[in-house]
């Protein structure tokens, strides 16, 4: 049985008014459209309280005191991996049976609220150092430095990307339903390597690299299709070389290459993906790709490389534009 609506405190005053004009119940009721027994318990309430308002109620006492509840706050605060279940067991200790939902419920009230944890690379110590001072030496670099920058980087694309989120309206109990279905295989039906570039002009050449790369493919790789790039994206004398610390990147057959072909080599701290604008490129790159469903590796490549090249200027520009915004954020942090 549903909850009735409370009458307005003006509507109840209205009834006891006319009640003391010497109207009964009975017309009361057909005046204000309401029961006899509403109207009844109105004017004896005004009659024995001398209001209509509803005084507050006390409710069902808490389960969870504040003391407990300030416990709660700080385990989660000090350990933000604590769980519901972990704190119904604290919570049993002082004799205290709640279901996850009241806590979860107490701590939302607190504004603590439970989300995924984003990953990042594990960062030492001398990785935080190196940040900071890349940070450093770099903020303040023009923008003309920048647009001098040839962007590389490595990812691996799945064919089904069953690591992906995908989302389809349904109706109660059609989950298994074909249309409903995300068909996968195992290791997610297959994979590429790619190598890319993009420079403030646009994107550049992107490779499939063939089984595993090592330093002598990687330099394949550089003498087939940086040089290209570079002319292709109007880089001119004094352009400047960006790659990530990787074994095969810092190779001494690699650095030599480096030296004949005359690369200049930006400094690079090491697990540092976030600082490589060329990490947002590759999600853009995959939801696209994805997006057109490939059947097969062949398609994969195919795909990659058509919606590589729609990858509008503006989009890497604007990536460029707000680096330095990325190194003070670094600065800030330490």
Known sequence: ??????????????????????????????????????????????????????????????????????SMVRMVKDNPQTTSTDLQHHLAADGVTVHRSTIQRTLHQERLYGRVMRQKPFLQARHKQSHLRYAKVHLDKPASFWNKVLW??????????????????????????E??????????????????????????????????MDSIQYQQILENNVQESVTKLKLHQGWIFQQDNDPKHRSKSTQAFMQRNNYNVLEWPSQSPDLNIIEHLWD????????????????????????????????????IKIYRKQLEAVVFAK
């Open 1 to 70: 049985m549903g909850t009735s609506k409370q009458l307005s405190n003006d509507r109840k005053t209205k009834i006891v008014q006319h009640s003391h004009s010497g109207e009964g119940y009975k017309k009361l009721s057909q005046r204000f459209k309401l029961s006899v027994s509403t109207v009844r318990n109105i004017v004896r309430k005004w009659k024995t309280t001398g209001t209509v308002l509803v005084k507050p109620r006390s409710g069902r006492p808490r389960k969870i005191s504040e003391r407990q509840r300030r």
């Open 152 to 177: 590389t980087d490595e990812t691996m694309i799945e064919l089904f990307g069953h690591k992906e989120r995908h989302y389809a309206w349904q109706q109660k109990n059609t989950a298994f339903q």
């Open 179 to 212: 249309q409903h279905l995300l068909p996968t295989v195992k290791f997610g039906g297959g994979s590429i390597m790619l190598w890319g570039c993009v420079a403030n002009a646009g994107t550049g050449n992107l490779v499939k690299v063939e089984g595993r």
């Open 284 to 319: 853009d790159l995959k939801q696209a790709v994805y997006a057109r469903r490939p059947s097969n590796l062949t398609e994969l490549e195919l795909f990659c490389k058509e919606e590589w090249s729609k990858i509008p200027s503006s989009r890497i520009q604007e990536l």
